[in-house]
């Protein structure tokens, strides 16, 4: 009972923790993002708000809770008020699953870095992932605006175009460490990173990460100087807020769990697991925003082909080849 | 087994609570002066020209239905690769030939043209 009372507190207050430390990751990678795209671009970036703007996030939070929350003329109000609540909270949700360092003692318990070791872990990744672009389908259909439309169309193809490929490229890693759960993926890595065993994997990965996080050069549904904002056009306010919210949480999620399937989780020499984790997870976030700040805009037709000609073709042979080699190496 | 999924059920809590709270928030705070013009669809300040409610051409339909099919057969994948060392050569080749068919008909798809536009 006692026993039972104390799993239920350490969980709440984990869940606080990471909760809290998300929000305020999403909030400073809007801020990294801005400075460091402003300096690829010989700019400044945000630096009124507080010392080297510091305080910019607040001010934004400030700004988007003041806004007038409208709802645009004929738009299906049910629809667009859930559209951007399924961007943010399918992002937070994947969370639960991210194991971020290894086990702490705490009074005797054993207290796992992770809000909860699934053993269909990386399942429930792909689950979410795949239900957060409901957010934009609905978002863009609900706003009654043909730039939402557009957007929201644009975001379904480039789901049918990466996902495909993405889950694919998981499937070696599953072979490889012989289980769903990320906790045991990440153990199955003392050896040597996945990066190492199966890059191809990784390259695959990498780059329909680069398409799901809806980034440039994939950001075909955003795409400001064709389709204005895409599928949020029509939202203002805290409703475009928890889009916003959503998209950067979804990149460190997208980096951490980039970080546990190929970069060794925690894993590392000398440094506590949790500060490993976080370098990688911070180096990876930093390759999204330079990958922003270089690569010009595909077109959605273009990442279809790519998707469905080329890396479709190259995970199913790289599933082959890694049972192959598996294999081999066996016997 | 279930109660396993306790936590993941409390961060559904946490996420809808955030979600539906700071649109409340926003909702209270913020002012609100709707006028019809704001309210129109924003078509870059020109009057609206037709509805964003009509039948849009998807030219990607046949993929979109492929890509069901493929998906399904990748869901296939993830049980033998978990098993994968268990099953050893005897599932390898099984999934060998599964993954083979799967390429004979995505040959053909792409050699009649399914992954072309129009």
């Excluded at chain 1, 400075?35 to 305080?55: D, E, T, W, Y």
């Excluded at chain 1, 996945?194 to 780059?207: G, Q, R, T």
Aim: proline residues 5%.
């Amino acid at each position: 009972m006692i026993d039972g009372l104390i799993m239920i507190v350490l969980i709440l207050i984990k869940l606080g923790v990471i909760f809290a430390v998300i929000m305020t990751m999403a909030a400073y990678l809007v801020l990294a993002e801005r400075k460091i795209l402003a300096r690829m671009q010989l700019r400044h970036g945000p630096n009124r708000v507080g010392p080297f703007g510091m305080m910019q996030p607040l001010a934004d939070v400030i700004k988007l809770l003041t806004k007038e929350d409208f709802l645009p003329d004929r738009a299906d109000k049910w629809l667009f008020l859930l559209a951007p609540g399924m961007a943010a909270v399918t992002a937070i949700l994947t969370f639960a699953v991210v194991p971020f360092g290894p086990p702490l003692q705490v009074f005797g318990h054993e207290l796992p870095l992770v809000v909860i070791d699934l053993n269909v872990g990386v399942l429930y990744f792909l689950g979410l992932s795949s239900l957060a672009v409901y957010g934009v389908a609905l978002g863009g259909w609900a706003s009654n605006s043909k730039y939402s439309l557009l957007g929201g169309i644009r975001g379904l193809a480039q789901l049918i175009s990466y996902e495909l490929s993405m889950g694919l490229a998981l499937v070696p890693v599953v072979m490889l460490a012989r289980s769903f759960s990320l906790t045991d993926i990440v153990l199955a890595q003392q050896a040597a990173p996945f990066i190492l065993v199966n890059p191809l994997a990784f390259l695959i990965f990498l780059v329909s990460v680069v398409a799901e996080s809806k980034r440039t050069p994939f950001d075909m549904p955003e795409a400001e100087n064709e389709l204005v904002g895409g599928f949020h056009t029509e939202y203002s306010g805290m409703r475009f807020g928890l889009f916003f919210v959503g998209e950067y949480i979804n990149l460190v999620i997208l980096s951490s769990m980039v970080t546990v399937f190929f970069l060794g989780g925690w894993l590392g020499p000398l440094l506590p697991g949790v500060i490993w984790f976080g370098v990688k997870v911070l180096a990876l976030c930093f390759f999204f925003i330079w990958v922003r700040g270089s690569l010009p805009r595909l077109r959605y037709d273009q990442l279809m082909h790519f998707g469905w000609k080329i890396l479709l073709p190259l995970a199913l042979l790289n599933v082959l080849l890694t049972g192959a080699v598996l294999l081999w190496s066996r016997t | 087994m279930l109660e396993n999924y306790l936590p993941v059920l409390v961060l559904i809590g946490i996420a809808v609570a955030f979600a539906v709270g700071s649109v409340v928030m926003s909702g209270l705070i913020g002012m609100k002066k709707p006028s019809a013009v704001k309210l129109a669809p924003y078509e870059c300040g020109m009057p609206l020209v037709g509805s964003a409610r009509e039948r849009f051409s998807v030219k990607f339909y046949i993929i979109a239905m492929l890509f069901i099919l493929f998906d399904i057969e990748a869901v296939f994948l993830y049980p033998w690769a978990v098993m994968f060392k268990r099953l050893g050569m005897f599932g390898f080749v099984e999934m060998g030939v599964f993954i083979a068919i799967l390429l004979v008909g995505f040959i053909y798809v792409w050699k009649k043209g399914a992954l072309e536009w129009e």
